[in-house]
């Protein structure tokens, strides 16, 4: 998982793309496809932000979900790796 600045990301689409409904369907298809081809592209060059929430999982006895400590929500563990980041609040999680 990656963290990245999402108000940065959407100022940069919205200064980006204009769409017109006279364009032919054609057009309109190449213009979306490039416009999801420049997304892709914006998300994959999106600054990297590092989380300063800092948290530990803690689990249950037979329970297949971790807590966050700082959200309080429940991520389900594959039983196989751990997240580094919390999926729901995004905190860095410490081993
Ligand atoms: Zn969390």
Same mark, same amino acid.
């Given at each position: 998982?990656?963290?990245?600045?999402? =108000?940065?990301?959407?100022?940069? $689409? *919205?200064?980006?793309?204009?769409?017109?409904?006279?364009?032919?369907?054609?057009?309109?298809?190449? $213009?979306?496809?490039?416009?999801?081809?420049? !997304? $892709?592209? !914006?998300?994959? *060059?999106?600054?990297?932000?590092?989380?300063?929430?800092?948290?530990?999982?803690?689990?249950?006895?037979?329970?297949?979900?971790?807590? %966050?400590?700082?959200?309080?929500?429940?991520? $389900? /563990? =594959?039983?196989?790796?751990?997240? =580094?980041?919390?999926? *729901? %609040?995004?905190? /860095?999680? /410490? =081993?």
């Amino acid at each position: 998982m990656r963290l990245i600045d999402a =108000d940065a990301l959407i100022e940069q $689409i *919205n200064g980006r793309h204009t769409f017109t409904k006279s364009a032919q369907e054609e057009l309109e298809k190449i $213009i979306y496809n490039k416009a999801c081809a420049d !997304l $892709i592209t !914006l998300i994959k *060059n999106a600054p990297t932000v590092e989380s300063k929430r800092r948290g530990r999982w803690s689990t249950r006895k037979g329970s297949l979900e971790m807590t %966050c400590s700082c959200c309080k929500k429940n991520t $389900i /563990y =594959d039983g196989r790796s751990s997240y =580094d980041f919390c999926p *729901n %609040c995004g905190a /860095y999680m /410490y =081993d």
